[in-house]
């Protein structure tokens, strides 16, 4: 938000003067959007404080679902106008929502993993053979949204394979795709491969660490989604350089 102040006013130094970022944050569609997301923030830290653990989770899993919604608020969904905007907006909530389910997931499942392989890790292997596929069968739907609404935002913001191919925002994201993929075949390797085996093992020690550095590699490849994410939300889309 500080940056995005900055960027607007045309100074680094607006980033740090109060009545700047009060003209940016309720002055702007892009502040207002980001008032509910610092709302979302502040509450999800004071759901963590909760007494009672079992509203305490259900609480944050309920705002951290908002967290991740309320940045389809801003960035290139909001640029167009009428029915295509809604569109764009809640195919991008949908996106988010989709990745935030599957690649959140991976570093607690590791987690599981790790204890699971440690010498008294029999209980938590009893956990593991549960926890897996159910994991296994969410990652299926997320991926499955995650193909859908990443086509009809490709649709949306490069419009053709020529633009795809022949800017720096679609070869970007040709990339990013490229990752999605990779991280989809380390998926499946895990649920046709390793799987199985962790359930019918007696003892999948090989097994379970053959899981862990599946799962890092695989989380791995969604950092680097991310990081390029990063930087196409700071480029104009590939629609806008051939439609120039």
């Known amino acids: 938000m500080l940056a995005t102040t900055a960027n607007m006013a045309g100074s680094a130094g607006a980033a740090l003067d109060p009545d700047t970022i ?100 029999m209980a938590w292997i009893s956990m593991a053979r549960d926890v897996v596929p159910r994991f296994s069968q969410m990652g299926y739907a997320a991926v499955g949204l995650l193909a859908m609404t990443g086509a009809l935002n490709t649709l949306l913001l490069v419009g053709s394979t020529q633009a795809l191919l022949g800017t720096p925002y679609g070869r970007l994201l040709a990339l990013k795709i490229l990752l999605f993929l990779a991280m989809v075949t380390v998926a499946l390797f895990n649920r046709l491969r390793l799987l199985p085996r962790l359930c019918r093992e007696p003892q999948p020690s090989a097994t379970i660490a053959a899981l862990i550095r599946s799962v890092l590699f695989e989380r791995g490849f969604g950092l680097a989604i991310l990081a390029v994410v990063s930087v196409l939300g700071t480029w104009p889309p590939a629609i806008h350089h051939l439609s120039g």
Do not use: D
């Open 22 to 121: 009060g003209k940016v944050l309720f002055g702007t569609g892009f502040g207002r959007a980001w008032c509910w997301h610092l709302s979302f923030a502040t509450l999800t830290i004071g759901a963590c404080f909760a007494p009672n653990p079992r509203w305490r989770m259900s609480a944050i899993l309920v705002l951290a679902l908002l967290l991740l919604l309320s940045l389809g608020w801003v960035g290139h969904a909001v640029e167009r106008h009428g029915a295509t905007k809604l569109v764009h907006q809640t195919n991008q909530m949908l996106y988010l929502l989709a990745a935030g389910l599957w690649l959140g997931g991976l570093l607690p499942l590791a987690w599981l993993l790790g204890r699971a392989r440690s010498p008294s890790g």
